[in-house]
């Protein structure tokens, strides 16, 4: 599976690149802390496959990163993505290394 790091993303946001952010988190989590990612919860992702690009890189996260690599390896079986990009850490390392006013939950 690729990963990409918070380092890279951040690059890619400040750079405007053409990519798409998915956020698989649950809605109660992205209230709490969030960097700007299309909300697709992990258990709707299923009826939600359309919503992710095959045309651009898509970078997914999750809080740690376990839930978006589920989400991803599941896509890339079923659905034969090959765009798709793990943040590495997910938000929790946004927090710890881009962010550190964001709330660690």
């Known amino acids: ?5 918070v380092k ?3 690059k890619l946001k400040d750079e405007g ?4 952010l998915i956020d698989v988190r649950e809605p109660n989590e992205a209230e709490i802390a ?6 697709i919860p992990m258990n709707s ?3 939600n496959v359309e919503k992710f690009s095959k045309d651009k890189q898509v970078v ?3 809080r740690s990163g376990k839930r978006s690599g589920d989400v991803i ?15 590495k850490g997910g938000i929790l390392a946004w927090a710890d290394e881009i962010d550190p006013n964001m709330m660690k939950y």
Not at 1 to 5: A, D, F, S, Y
Not at 73 to 87: D, Q, T
């Open 45 to 47: 992702v299923p009826q």
């Open 1 to 5: 599976m690729k990963e990409i790091t």
């Open 8 to 10: 890279e993303l951040k």
């Open 73 to 87: 390896s599941w896509l890339e079986a079923n659905h034969g993505y090959k765009n798709l990009y793990n943040l």
């Open 17 to 20: 690149a053409d990519f798409q």
């Open 60 to 62: 997914v996260h999750c």
């Open 34 to 39: 969030a960097i700007d990612g299309e909300l």
